[in-house]
C-alpha cells in the first residue's frame, strides 16, 4: 500500500545493521558488542528502578545522567546531549547542525550510517578518501564545506588520529562544526572531550554500548559547547522528549560511575585484540593498526568473502562489506580470549 507513503520515503536507501542471528552457540563476532557483561552496579541500578516507578515518565532532560557524563569528563551538564544511542544522537546532529549549502565531508570508508542520514535530511555531502593505507589526512578537509564528521578511531579501519590532528583541523575550520564519533575511544585513543571547552566548533559523541556493554539500553551522548547542545536538545524536543527511559537512564549513571569495572574490561579487550592480531599474523593475514574493539584483516591469498562463509559454516560470524577498496577485508570483533581462539583456529583450517 505504498501508495500512501509521503513522497521520499519511495527512495530511502536505509541502513542496514548487523546481523542478530537466532541460533545459540554462535561465536558473535560482527557487531563490535562488548564480549563481557555491564558493570554488576548496572544491574543492581536497573532492579531498583522498580515497577511502581515506571509507572511514571522518565526525566525529559536525563539529568542525573547528564550529570554522571559530565561529572566523569569534567565538563558542565550545559555541555552534554544524551539520546537513545548515539546512532539517535548522531541523526538529531545531522538535522540540528549539518543542514548547509557547502557539502558535508567525510572520509570514503566510514560508518555507513552518514550517507543514510544525509539521504534523508536531504543533506549534500561529498566524501573524501583515505590515504592509500586507510589514514585520515586533515589537509584534505581544510576546504568549504558545511561540516565534517568521522569517527575517531574510524570504522570499520580501526585506526586512530592522533589527538593533535584533531585539534590542528578544528582549529582550521571555523566556519563549521567538526564532529567526533569517539564510539570505540575507549580501547586505544584519547578523547577529544577536552577540546570542546575551547573550540566551540567541536561536538564529541561517544556511546555506552561498546566500552560500557550496554548496546542493549540505548544510551549514546553528544559533548560540546552550550550553543551546539541547544540545537540539539530544539530537534529532540520537537521530535521526541523522552527518549532515554527509567531502566535507561539508571544503568547509564552506574556504568558510568563504576569505573574499575570500566577500565578493568577495556583493558580486558585491549590485551585480547594485541593476541588476535598477533595470531592473524603468524596466519599470514595484513591487519590495520587498530584502536578499536575489533580488527580490519586482509589475507593476499584468500577472497574475504569464502573466508568470511567458511567461518560461518564452523558458527563464527565475522562482517565482511562488499565495497569498493575494502571488499578483500573482514571486520572482526574482539571477543573472549576462547573465542578468539575459536576464531583463530577455524581460520587455520581454511589458509
Ligand atoms: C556502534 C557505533 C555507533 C552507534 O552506537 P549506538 O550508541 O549503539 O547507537 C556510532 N558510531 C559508530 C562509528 C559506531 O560504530
Known amino acids: 500500500m505504498s501508495r500512501y507513503w509521503s513522497a521520499f520515503v519511495h527512495n530511502l536507501e536505509p541502513y542496514v545493521p548487523g546481523e542478530q542471528p537466532k541460533l545459540a552457540n554462535l561465536v558473535k563476532l560482527n557487531t563490535n558488542e562488548n564480549p563481557y557483561g555491564p558493570s554488576p552496579r548496572v544491574l543492581e541500578a536497573i532492579q531498583q528502578e522498580n515497577c511502581d516507578r515506571l509507572r511514571l515518565y522518565p526525566d525529559p532532560a536525563s539529568h542525573e545522567l547528564k550529570q554522571a557524563i559530565a561529572d566523569y569528563h569534567k565538563v558542565n551538564t550545559a555541555n552534554v546531549f544524551v539520546g537513545n544511542g548515539s546512532d539517535e544522537v548522531l541523526g538529531h546532529i545531522f538535522h540540528a547542525l549539518f543542514q548547509h549549502a557547502p557539502p558535508l565531508l567525510f572520509p570514503d570508508i566510514t560508518y555507513s550510517f552518514y550517507p543514510v542520514y544525509c539521504q534523508l535530511y536531504k543533506i549534500d555531502y561529498q566524501t573524501v578518501p583515505l590515504t592509500p593505507d586507510f589514514q585520515i589526512n586533515v589537509d584534505d578537509y581544510l576546504r568549504d564545506n558545511g561540516g565534517i564528521i568521522f569517527p575517531n578511531p574510524n570504522a570499520p579501519t580501526g585506526c586512530l588520529l592522533a589527538l593533535d590532528e584533531i585539534e590542528r583541523l578544528v582549529k582550521n575550520n571555523t566556519d563549521s562544526v567538526v564532529v567526533i564519533d569517539e564510539a570505540y ?104 593498526p587498530s584502536a578499536a574493539n575489533f580488527v580490519f584483516a586482509r589475507h593476499p591469498d584468500y577472497n574475504a568473502a569464502e573466508l568470511a562463509a567458511g567461518l560461518r559454516k564452523e558458527g563464527v560470524i565475522v562482517r565482511h562489506f562488499t565495497k569498493r577498496r575494502i571488499d578483500q577485508f573482514l571486520r572482526i570483533t574482539i571477543g573472549t580470549p576462547s573465542e578468539n581462539q575459536h576464531l583463530l583456529s577455524v581460520l587455520d583450517t581454511l589458509v
Open 185 to 288: 575511544i575507549d580501547f586505544g585513543g584519547e578523547t577529544a572531550i577536552p577540546l570542546t571547552q575551547r573550540y566551540p566548533n567541536l561536538l564529541v559523541t561517544q556511546t555506552l554500548s561498546k566500552s560500557r556493554s550496554l548496546a542493549g539500553m540505548r544510551v549514546g551522548f553528544a559533548v560540546g559547547h552550550p550553543d551546539l547542545i541547544e540545537a540539539l536538545v530544539r530537534v529532540k524536543d520537537s521530535f521526541n522528549s523522552y527518549p532515554l527511559d527509567r531502566l535507561a537512564e539508571a544503568a547509564g549513571v552506574a556504568a558510568m560511575k563504576d569505573r574499575a569495572y570500566f577500565r578493568q574490561t577495556c583493558d580486558k579487550v585491549i590485551e585480547s585484540r594485541n593476541k588476535v592480531v598477533t595470531g592473524l599474523q603468524e596466519l599470514g593475514f595484513e591487519v590495520l
